[in-house]
Every structure is written in structure tokens, then in C-alpha cells.
């Protein structure tokens, strides 16, 4: 377990963090300027702080220098040396399990190429293998992915997530972007203004009604565990959730594969009545959990589905109108192209 508790002054922003990272991915999520880089920098001993606890297992790094904690850190862009092959740039971090290393980020084939003939994704791929191969007790990657455009996110993800599972020291992850984070890590910390405001697994803190306004109404929304059924020659998959069995776009998966799904709450749809003649595909039996009542003409209402739960955010007007009350056994539609195929992994 990775524990921190830092805090820092600067000129005109205050920055003060208490979480705790076991073992696995702890995403960082919070908007530009909320301190997220600020918290791996100390957690690395590469920014001062007024006040910087930082132990793993119990054992105190607050002291050593940064080299000495056996933190490996990847950062948005690359930073490889640019005049050494692929191979040297990985053992420069290190010689810890170079097989190992080499084969979980795929990069068996690129070994004698140099940075510039690596495409955006090869090269962070790279980078995360010299972190690893210092055999790093706590992994720390600040935005690895942002740099990179939607089709080179798609083709490192896969080895993010081979990596999550086999390795079993904590993973630091900030990043920017909820369907990353929802595909990635099974804890999430939400930073605003230097601050913790919310904190736990991925399914609590993005089904909590009351995150909306912290994670933006465009990043707000339910992630559902879910197991391939099969794949439709039409080009969907089937997905059977908690909440019951979803329809997705795309061939998601392997048939018998456990995949998470992210359903954005301003995707879902409420009815009181099940509807028949809609083309939506998904149509979930649920009952009301929670209402909470945003500033702006919004209201986001929790849902439990199953042994799952949903959130949607809809108008208060339609809340009004429809009289949505805590309880109440209604349905939730959500429309199966709503669910990006990135945000299903
Ligand atoms: N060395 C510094 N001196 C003064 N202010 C700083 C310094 N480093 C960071 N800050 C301030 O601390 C705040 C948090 O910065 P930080 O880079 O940690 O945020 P962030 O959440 O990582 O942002 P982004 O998503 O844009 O990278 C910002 O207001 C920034 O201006």
C-alpha cells in the first residue's frame, strides 16, 4: 500500500492530498491545474513540500532521494534518448526481468530500431518498459496516453492493461480521460483545487449521484462488469451485465472475456413505461436510488439495476413533469451507439 499525505503552498494555489494506493491502478482524474502532476512529482521526490509523507509497506520514503525510491515514472511524451536503440534506452532504466519486460509491452520487434522510427504509441510503449525494467515498487504515469490520437490510444491500452495484470505493485494513473480511466483502474481519486474530493473504487465513485458536478456532466456515467455472450453477424456484441444483457457496437472482446462497459449518464434515457417501438436496443428494468438536484437545470438520479447500478442525468423539467421520486421502479433505455466501443475494454 502506497500511502501520501503532501502538502504544498505555492504562490496563489494550495495544494493539500491525503490517498492511499494499493496495489493495481489508483487513477488520478481532476481538471487542468487541480494538482495532479503536482502530487506524482512529490510522491517521486521531485517536487519540495511543506509537508511530504510518503511510505510503501509501511517503509518511509519521504527521505530518500528520488532515485532511491524505487518509483518508476512515464510522463506525457516519450523522453527517450533519441541516439540509442530501443534496447539501451529499455536498459537504462534498468536490467530487471528484460524478458519479461520485452514481452508483456510487445516490443520484441522494435529492439534495434531508434526513437525516431517509433510511431507516438512505440515510443511511450518504450518508455514504460525503461520504468519497468528498474523493477520500480510503484509505478507513476502522468497522462502517458494524451499525447497520443485516438487509433494509438487504442494500440497501447491493451498493453496498459496487460501490465495492470501482472504486476502487483500500485499503479499511479493520471490521466484526463474517464473512458481510460474507466477501462484501466479499479480506484479513482478526484482532485479539485489542490484537493481530494472524492475517493474509492471506480464503480462507487462514478455511480454516486453526488460526483457529477466533479467529474463534469460529460464524464459522469455508471461502469458495468460484463462477460462477451457472443458477437451478432449484424456487428454487435452481447454483453451480459449485472444489470442484465446489453447490446454494443462493434465485436467487442472474446466470447467468455469479462470486459467493464462505461454507459455516460447523459446517454440514459428514463421511461416509466417499457417501450416497444423505439430503436434503442438496451431497455433495463430499474429502480431510483438517489436524486440529487445539480445548480444548472440538471438532475443526476442513481439507479440500482440487478446487482448493478446505473446513473443518468436527466432535465429537472422531465424530472418534474415525470414525478421521479426515490424508489420508484421505472426504465432505464440507453442507445447502443451511445456506448463508444473505446469505452468498453
Ligand atoms: N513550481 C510551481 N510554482 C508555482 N505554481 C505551481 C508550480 N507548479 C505547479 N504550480 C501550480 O499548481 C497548480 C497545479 O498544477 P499541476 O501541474 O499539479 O496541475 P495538473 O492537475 O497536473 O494540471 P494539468 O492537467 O494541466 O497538467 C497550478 O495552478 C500550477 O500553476
Redesign the pocket.
Known amino acids: 500500500m502506497l500511502r501520501v499525505s503532501i502538502a504544498k503552498e ?4 494550495a ?1 493539500d492530498v491525503t490517498l492511499d494506493a494499493p496495489a493495481g491502478v489508483t487513477a488520478i482524474f ?10 506524482i ?1 512529490a510522491i517521486a521526490g521531485l ?1 519540495a513540500c511543506d509537508r511530504a509523507e510518503v511510505s510503501l509497506d509501511g517503509r518511509d520514503l519521504s527521505k530518500l532521494s528520488p532515485h532511491k525510491r524505487g518509483v518508476g515514472y512515464v510522463f506525457q511524451d516519450a523522453r527517450l534518448f533519441p541516439h540509442m536503440s530501443v534496447l539501451k534506452n529499455l536498459r537504462y532504466g534498468g536490467v530487471h526481468d528484460e524478458d519479461a519486460v520485452v514481452a508483456v509491452l510487445g516490443l520484441g520487434a522494435l529492439l534495434d530500431r531508434f526513437p525516431a522510427a517509433l510511431s507516438g504509441g512505440e515510443k511511450q510503449r518504450v518508455a514504460l518498459g525503461r520504468a519497468l525494467m528498474s523493477a520500480p515498487k510503484v509505478l507513476l504515469l502522468d ?1 502517458p496516453l494524451s499525447a497520443l490520437d485516438a487509433p494509438r490510444k487504442a494500440e497501447v491500452l491493451p498493453y496498459l492493461e496487460a501490465l495492470r495484470d501482472q504486476t502487483a505493485i500500485p499503479i499511479l494513473y ?1 490521466s ?1 480521460d474517464m473512458g481510460e480511466v474507466a477501462r484501466l483502474a479499479s480506484r479513482i481519486v478526484v ?1 479539485n483545487e ?1 484537493r481530494v474530493v472524492l475517493e474509492g473504487t471506480v464503480e462507487d465513485v462514478l455511480a454516486d449521484p453526488a460526483a457529477v458536478p466533479f467529474l463534469g456532466v460529460r464524464d459522469a456515467g455508471a461502469v458495468l462488469t460484463g462477460r462477451v455472450v457472443g458477437h451478432a453477424t449484424d456487428g454487435l456484441t452481447k454483453i451480459e451485465t449485472g444489470a442484465g444483457a446489453l447490446w454494443v457496437p462493434g465485436a467487442v472482446g472474446r466470447a467468455g472475456s469479462t470486459v467493464r462497459v462505461r454507459v455516460p449518464a447523459q446517454d440514459v434515457i428514463l421511461s416509466r413505461s417499457a417501450p416497444t417501438d423505439i430503436s434503442a436496443l438496451n431497455v433495463l428494468p430499474v429502480t431510483i436510488a438517489a436524486l440529487e438536484r445539480g445548480a444548472g437545470p440538471g438532475v443526476a438520479v442513481a439507479l440500482t439495476a440487478g446487482d448493478a447500478r446505473l446513473l443518468a442525468r436527466v432535465t429537472k423539467r422531465s424530472c418534474d413533469v415525470m414525478g421521479l421520486a426515490v424508489g420508484d421502479q421505472i426504465f432505464a433505455i440507453l442507445k447502443a451507439t451511445a456506448i463508444a466501443p473505446a469505452d468498453v475494454g
Open positions: 505555492f504562490d496563489g494555489f495544494l481532476g481538471p487542468s491545474g487541480s494538482g495532479k502532476t503536482s502530487v512529482r517536487l497522462e493520471v484526463h482532485l489542490g
